[in-house]
């Protein structure tokens, strides 16, 4: 049964830092590409970071120079550090994968975390 399961959420000063962490099981982590979206309430859900099975990254506009995608195909969990947190960064926090198996698409969702960023 496949299981993406966040944790790391929380309430932080602006300006502070969180570390997310998302273990997956069930599917064969190292060849899927792993990604952090977030939602903020009354908002769409929107592309944070992404890692590629190869190790490659991206990131919002946005987050740019403050948050790190990273992953450890060792424990299969992916990592968002997210550092200089800013009000607007206030939003639930979801991991997603996607990837192939035997020529089919496959993509799952975590449950997510809420990261809240006040004074």
């Known amino acids: 049964q496949v299981q993406l399961a966040e944790s790391g959420g929380g309430l932080v000063q602006p300006g502070g830092s969180l570390r997310l962490s998302c273990a997956a099981s069930g599917f064969t982590f190292s060849r899927y590409d792993m990604s952090w979206y977030r939602q903020a309430s009354g908002k769409e859900r929107e592309l944070v970071a992404v890692?590629?099975?190869?190790?490659?990254?991206n990131y919002a506009d946005s987050v740019k120079g403050r948050f790190t995608i990273s992953r450890d195909n060792a424990k299969n969990t992916v990592y968002l550090q997210m550092n200089s947190l800013k009000s607007e960064d206030t939003a639930v926090y979801y991991c997603y994968a996607a990837g192939w198996s035997l020529g089919y698409p496959y993509k799952y969702w975590g449950q997510g975390t809420q990261v809240t960023v006040s004074s």
């Open positions: 890692i590629t099975s190869a190790g490659m990254t």
